[in-house]
């Protein structure tokens, strides 16, 4: 099975559940290609500036225990890597295709349009922090726990659409009064790293059934509020321990 991974920043991308992913995935024996967006330094600063401010140019602190390590020089020598400044490019098509792929892989790639969607020979595939069809959009691990106080996480196709691609498999994610939104972030990443594999592994066996989203199901939610998240630190501290 041949997998192109779609990422962005490759002077900064560093997750530690994304490399051991990707790790995985080639112990598995697929044949695993990266295409990186967001090349240029302009691009990373902006980023960088609209997600964390000012904060982005101090030592940030990070709860996963494992040093980081950037993911383009570490598999630019044992897989094939490329890059580009859009994903949705016709220079990214051109690589797509070379690389031929049986799926598409989308580790935070932003919005990916339909030009890039159709070009595996199957379809792609996301991982979702949140219940499916319930919690579409963005926060949505925060905004399942101020609901409902459980969050999950969903591997579904994407579509052109926000989160309504046909559901592939869903995973509950525990949850404890130890923990914080950071904590329960954490563990979301953590464990989509077997849910993804799990999801890969039933693809390769054709062993599947998908569960079709309508767009009358769910809600599609947006950027949770600081007054809100305070709101859900104080809901995960009322957790069973």
Known sequence: MKITILLRYPKVEKNAWKLQLIEQLLDRGYTVSILFGES????H??????????????Q?????AAKPVKLYPHFEQKIAVRKVNDLNSKQAEAIIREFAPDYLLLLGSGIIR????SLPKH????????????????????????FTGQVYITTHIVDP?????????RKPIPLTREDSIASMRLKCREHSVELILDTFKDLE?????????????????FQMHPFFKELVEQQLKSLPE
């Open 114 to 117: 339909k030009n890039i969607l």
């Open 60 to 64: 940030k602190k990070t709860l996963e």
């Open 205 to 221: 066996s054709g062993d599947y059934k998908t569960h079709k989203q309508t767009a009358e199901e769910g809600k599609q939610y």
């Open 161 to 169: 659409g926000v989160d309504t691609g046909d559901i592939l498999k």
């Open 40 to 43: 240029s330094y302009y691009r």
């Open 45 to 58: 600063l902006k980023a960088a500036l609209k997600e964390y401010g000012l904060t982005a140019f101090r």
């Open 123 to 146: 379809f792609a595939v996301h991982c979702h922090h949140g219940y499916l069809p319930d919690f579409r959009g963005v926060s949505t691990a925060e905004w399942s726990v101020y």
